[in-house]
T-cell receptor
Framework: AQTVTQSQPEMSVQEAETVTLSCTYD???????LFWYKQPPSRQMILVIR??????QNATENRFSVNFQKAAKSFSLKISDSQLGDAAMYFC????????????FGTGTRLQVFP | DTEVTQTPKHLVMGMTNKKSLKCEQH?????MYWYKQKAKKPPELMFV???????INESVPSRFSPECPNSSLLNLHLHALQPEDSALYLC?????????????FGEGSWLTVV
């Protein structure tokens, strides 16, 4: 069964500092996609970053980057220069590349940012 | 522009009412989704439409009835709901069904059943 695990229910970081959110997944597939979504108090799910499993290079989007370790089935999100607006629930998600429309979510990590 | 628009943003309905949630996207996406999210939980998939046809129903009770009138619109018809159905209902879309394409979400409709 395909599962996504986020072992940190809550994390906190000081403004301008760096924080890393953990995500592991279990799959027997070789071709898949991984995502980090952010859900602020407004509740809209916003795509933060996406990683294709066939790419060895880690994805980056401005202050957000991932550490994708395919063999270890690990997909952590690093937020650099944290801002107050980064405070949100972060969900890691997994999607197989074929034959299914299911996006499998982890349980989420709530990130607090302190000034 | 990656925008999925949902209306209404908030809905309060009685257990005997009939109401509908609406979702619209103009990105040319051919897969559309309904998710249900309870407080402090991840979203749970309810329905998937691929090319305007229902492709996945995650054993959702019949009091929830989805409809896809055209490639841009998705409705969720609600009838005889229970208080435990109170949740955030998220609509989403992606460019191509059954692929690794990114799924884009709307802002959600908060539903309260009284």
């Amino acid at each position: 069964a395909q599962t996504v695990t986020q072992s940190q229910p809550e994390m906190s970081v000081q403004e301008a500092e760096t924080v890393t959110l953990s995500c592991t997944y279990d799959t027997s597939e070789s071709d898949y996609y991984l995502f980090w979504y952010k859900q602020p108090p407004s509740r809209q799910m916003i795509l933060v970053i996406r990683q294709e499993a066939y790419k060895q290079q880690n994805a980056t989007e401005n202050r957000f980057s991932v550490n994708f370790q395919k063999a270890a089935k690990s997909f952590s999100l690093k937020i650099s220069d944290s801002q107050l607006g980064d405070a949100a629930m972060y969900f890691c998600a997994y999607r197989v590349n074929y034959n299914t429309d299911k996006l499998i979510f982890g349980t989420g990590t709530r990130l607090q940012v302190f000034p | 522009d990656t925008e999925v628009t949902q209306t209404p943003k908030h809905l309060v309905m009685g257990m005997t009412n009939k109401k509908s949630l609406k979702c619209e996207q103009h990105m040319g996406h051919r897969a559309m989704y309904w998710y249900k999210q309870k407080a402090k939980k991840p979203p749970e998939l309810m329905f998937v439409y691929s090319y305007e046809k229902l492709s996945i129903n995650e054993s959702v009770p019949s009091r929830f009835s989805p409809e896809c009138p055209n490639s841009s619109l998705l409705n969720l018809h609600l009838h005889a709901l229970q208080p435990e159905d109170s949740a955030l209902y998220l609509c989403a879309s992606s460019q191509v069904p059954a692929s690794g394409n990114t799924i884009y979400f709307g802002e959600g409709s908060w539903l309260t059943v009284v």
